[in-house]
């Protein structure tokens, strides 16, 4: 059902975004991995989805710079000739407690999380339009919807997020361009890897279903977002968090 | 000059579904042709498109009429 469609996914180097890559080209899909900074991670991403038989190159652009993202677009769309599915993915952490929090680690999360998914909506929105056909999914989280102590730059820019998809979804709708988030929970990732045992067994002890999340929990929702069988699902932001937030 | 009125008009016909005889340089595209915002977008993208050209957002945004939209090609050209 996916087969032959054309995705680009942010930050897809590692994480959730390497995760979604490898679905969706499970899936058929023939891939734009975007990265910030591992080329050799990227690269072994684009590798290992081309084994799956899809088409894949990697780009590196720094999601937070307009220049950088409409030449990525402009590549992408110059490849593959079409563009059916952004992932916006890419993201990054610089937790500290609200009093000790600098402006300048405000601003690079804010940068990155959300004004990366408002210049990568907006540069592919044109494409989408023409062809009257379009997925957006952006990845917020669910300390979006909760709030976290520590976090209050990112729970900022993931809250934003998840208010950029609904007026996204709003005004892309009449052109068949859906727009949904999904909010992980606490995933293994590198991210969740610096928690300490005492911060991890904290969190299981919120999470009704008593574990962390996969990467794969994550992927195999954007694909399902990505698909026909969500045709009538526009604006809303799908919990994956294990009943920790409901 | 008519020649870019007209590359103009077919465009607009096609896209907004209305009465050629409707389309003169004074019709507003949302008051006169039933656009909506996101149609007079479209048509920019098009206009770009169809004439080989770029118009920045500051622009674009002074495009209100048909003749606006035909002035600013002929003005770029």
Redesign the interface.
């Given at each position: 059902m996916l087969k032959g469609k054309n995705a680009l996914i942010t930050g897809a180097s590692r994480g959730i975004g390497r995760a979604i890559a490898l679905e969706l080209a499970k899936n058929g899909v023939n891939l734009v991995i975007n990265y910030a900074g591992n080329e050799a991670k990227a690269q072994s991403v684009v590798e290992e989805v081309e084994q799956l038989g899809v088409k894949a190159f990697k780009v590196q652009a720094d999601v937070a710079n307009e220049t950088e993202v409409k030449a990525m677009i402009k590549e992408a769309i110059n490849e593959f000739g079409s563009l059916d599915i952004l992932v916006n993915n890419a993201g990054i952490t610089k937790d500290n407690l609200l009093m000790r929090m600098k402006e300048e680690e405000f601003d690079q999360v804010i940068n990155t999380n959300l004004k990366g998914a408002f210049i990568c909506t907006k540069a592919v929105t044109r494409q989408m339009m023409k062809q009257k056909a379009g997925r957006i999914i952006n990845v917020a989280s669910i300390v979006g919807v909760s709030g976290n102590p520590g976090q209050a730059n990112y729970v900022a820019a993931k809250a934003g997020v998840i208010g950029l998809t609904k007026s996204t979804a709003k005004e892309l709708a009449s052109r068949n361009i859906l727009v949904n988030a999904v909010a992980p929970g606490f995933i293994a990732t590198d991210m969740t890897d610096v928690m300490t045992e005492e911060q991890r067994e904290r969190t299981l002890a919120m999470i009704p279903l008593a574990a962390l999340g996969k990467p794969e929990d994550v992927a195999r929702v954007v694909r399902f977002l990505a698909s026909e069988d969500a045709n009538y699902i526009t604006g809303q932001t799908i919990h994956i968090d294990g009943g920790m937030v409901m | 000059m008519a020649d870019v009125f007209d590359r103009v008009k077919t465009i607009i016909i096609d896209r907004l579904d209305v009465e050629e005889s409707k389309i003169t340089m004074e019709a507003s595209f949302k008051d006169d042709l039933e656009a909506d915002s996101?149609d007079v977008?479209?048509l920019v993208?098009e206009l770009e498109d169809e004439f080989d050209l770029e118009i920045a957002d500051e622009e674009a945004e002074n495009i209100n009429t048909v003749g606006d939209a035909v002035n600013y090609i002929n003005s770029k050209q």
């Amino acid at each position: 059902m996916l087969k032959g469609k054309n995705a680009l996914i942010t930050g897809a180097s590692r994480g959730i975004g390497r995760a979604i890559a490898l679905e969706l080209a499970k899936n058929g899909v023939n891939l734009v991995i975007n990265y910030a900074g591992n080329e050799a991670k990227a690269q072994s991403v684009v590798e290992e989805v081309e084994q799956l038989g899809v088409k894949a190159f990697k780009v590196q652009a720094d999601v937070a710079n307009e220049t950088e993202v409409k030449a990525m677009i402009k590549e992408a769309i110059n490849e593959f000739g079409s563009l059916d599915i952004l992932v916006n993915n890419a993201g990054i952490t610089k937790d500290n407690l609200l009093m000790r929090m600098k402006e300048e680690e405000f601003d690079q999360v804010i940068n990155t999380n959300l004004k990366g998914a408002f210049i990568c909506t907006k540069a592919v929105t044109r494409q989408m339009m023409k062809q009257k056909a379009g997925r957006i999914i952006n990845v917020a989280s669910i300390v979006g919807v909760s709030g976290n102590p520590g976090q209050a730059n990112y729970v900022a820019a993931k809250a934003g997020v998840i208010g950029l998809t609904k007026s996204t979804a709003k005004e892309l709708a009449s052109r068949n361009i859906l727009v949904n988030a999904v909010a992980p929970g606490f995933i293994a990732t590198d991210m969740t890897d610096v928690m300490t045992e005492e911060q991890r067994e904290r969190t299981l002890a919120m999470i009704p279903l008593a574990a962390l999340g996969k990467p794969e929990d994550v992927a195999r929702v954007v694909r399902f977002l990505a698909s026909e069988d969500a045709n009538y699902i526009t604006g809303q932001t799908i919990h994956i968090d294990g009943g920790m937030v409901m | 000059m008519a020649d870019v009125f007209d590359r103009v008009k077919t465009i607009i016909i096609d896209r907004l579904d209305v009465e050629e005889s409707k389309i003169t340089m004074e019709a507003s595209f949302k008051d006169d042709l039933e656009a909506d915002s996101l149609d007079v977008v479209e048509l920019v993208m098009e206009l770009e498109d169809e004439f080989d050209l770029e118009i920045a957002d500051e622009e674009a945004e002074n495009i209100n009429t048909v003749g606006d939209a035909v002035n600013y090609i002929n003005s770029k050209q």
